[in-house]
């Protein structure tokens, strides 16, 4: 996971994003090989592969990419079959009295703004228990990887303050959010309900938020 760390000598820095590939892309790969009936090691022959459609929206273009597999290949309906935006996935869902699905995310994502994190706390209590207890475990590191005697150089944390997720200034309101907030204002940005719940930018099995540039919030931290 991206954690953010605390260095010993103060300085701050993150761990490598690996979630996307080892949670998602791997566990899609294998099942497809199995739905295809040759399940790793086999050789999959020469013209055999799946069709996987992918959500992302007009909006989000820049996200669509091939697979990197012969026997995957992506397609992207609501792009090019539909011309559909995220306004108009939003308006569709509301049709069919959808309107409150909210968008993806894992629970303990390091990349959640306050307003994400916010929700979590004054919604899902039990989820929030959760998450606050996962951010104290991953202080130290890994058990596993700590048995040999070789502890993180630095502390591990899921807010990007640095600090115990219990503790962090999460009811502060960063620049990144007011910007969102002006930007719905004029009717171009994401739904309100989204900003509301912190999460502009979604996830999915090929498009993960970190994907996204950092913008530097009122700590100077990447939001």
Not at 30 to 50: C, D
Not at 88 to 100: E, F, Q, V
Not at 126 to 139: H, L, P, S, T, Y
Request: charged fraction near 25%.
């Amino acid at each position: 996971m991206p954690l953010y760390v605390l260095n010993k000598d103060g300085k701050p820095g993150m761990t490598r994003r690996q979630c996307t590939g080892e949670y998602k892309i791997k566990p899609i790969k294998k099942k497809v090989r199995e739905l295809l009936g040759y399940p790793y090691p086999a050789r999959i022959p020469r013209g055999v592969f799946v069709e996987q459609w992918v959500g992302i929206s007009t909006d989000e273009f820049h996200r669509a990419k091939d697979a990197d597999v012969k026997y995957m290949r992506n397609r992207h309906p609501l792009i090019t079959d539909m011309g559909w935006s995220r306004s108009d996935c939003i308006r569709y869902l509301t049709s069919l009295g959808l309107a409150d699905t909210p968008k993806s995310s894992c629970l303990g994502c390091p990349f959640h703004g306050n307003a994400q994190w916010r929700n979590i706390r004054d919604n899902s209590p039990q989820e929030w228990e959760d998450v606050v207890e996962f951010d104290a475990a991953i202080r130290k590191g890994n058990a596993r990887a700590n048995a040999t005697g070789n502890p993180l150089l630095g502390e591990a944390f899921l807010h990007r303050s640095r600090v115990p997720l219990s503790e962090a200034p999460i009811d502060h309101v960063t620049a990144a959010e007011w910007a969102a907030m002006q930007q719905e204002l004029t009717d171009s940005g994401p739904d309100l309900q989204e900003l509301e719940q912190g999460v502009v930018d979604s996830c999915s099995p090929w498009a993960c938020r970190g994907d996204v540039a950092p913008v530097q919030d009122d700590f100077g931290l990447a939001t």
